[in-house]
């Protein structure tokens, strides 16, 4: 995945924008939901050269940053573009590296989560959960399967790509398994998120806010 990242940096932020449907309305919604009072403190999961932040830090430019990526290189183009932003960068996986405990104002991360599935994410978004603050909320923006057959078919077309490449099953492999809504609020409800809202939708990409009650 890393590699796979780190080798399209040039085309990534163009091809971002104009391949996914939608692209120039919902980062700029993603932007407009995250928290406005100044030096708020948000975790970017999955942050690549940081779209959402574009959008995100006209608005509020002193708002405080973590992103994490597996890409150093995004992550060495983000440290070069923002280099008067306040933003912390981990290079890893968001699986792997502890986060803060009762930290975050929010928690967003888009279009990088598609790849896994509903069990891999229920302790993901437990750790989530644990590193908002009360009141806290988590924004994910990200693209869904339509059907739970479409969701099965993508998932079987993986395992058919890694079996045909003498892939074992637990390799990583770079190909697009995206759950249902329906399914990602069932991963997020188990993580402990109560109130969990769509808030837009544009084509098979999503805005969903998981909010963390604040008592
Ligand atoms: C399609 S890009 C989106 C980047 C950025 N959020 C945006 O929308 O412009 C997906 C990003 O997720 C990162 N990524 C995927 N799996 C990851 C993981 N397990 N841990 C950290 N980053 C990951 C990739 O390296 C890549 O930069």
Avoid at 47 to 71: H, K, M, V, W
Wanted: with cysteine; hydrophobic share 40%; charged share 20%.
């Amino acid at each position: 995945m890393n590699d796979f990242f780190n080798s399209r940096i040039d085309e990534y932020e163009e091809h971002q924008l104009n391949a996914i449907a939608g692209a120039r309305e919902f980062y700029p919604f993603t932007a407009k939901q995250l928290p406005m009072h100044p030096h708020a403190r948000v975790l970017d999961l999955g942050c690549g050269t940081g779209l959402e932040l574009r959008y995100y830090f006209q608005l509020n430019p002193s708002a405080r940053i973590t992103g994490i990526d597996l890409a150093d290189k995004l992550l060495q183009a983000l440290a070069e573009k923002y280099s008067d932003k306040d933003l912390t960068f981990v290079q890893g996986s968001y699986f792997d590296i502890s986060f803060d405990a009762c930290c975050y104002d929010a928690v967003v991360s888009v279009e990088s989560l598609h790849h896994f599935t509903l069990e891999e994410k229920i302790p993901l978004y437990t750790k989530i959960f644990e590193a908002l603050i009360p009141g806290g909320f988590f924004l994910l923006t990200d693209y869904f399967a339509q059907t739970e057959s479409e969701e099965i078919g993508f998932r079987q077309e993986l395992l058919r790509l890694k079996a045909a490449q003498g892939i074992c099953d637990s390799a990583f492999y770079h190909y697009d398994t995206p759950l249902t809504v329906a399914h990602e609020i069932q991963a997020l409800q188990a993580a402990g998120f109560s109130e969990i809202e769509v808030l837009g939708q544009w084509s098979a990409t999503h805005v969903i806010k998981a909010q963390k009650d604040s008592v």
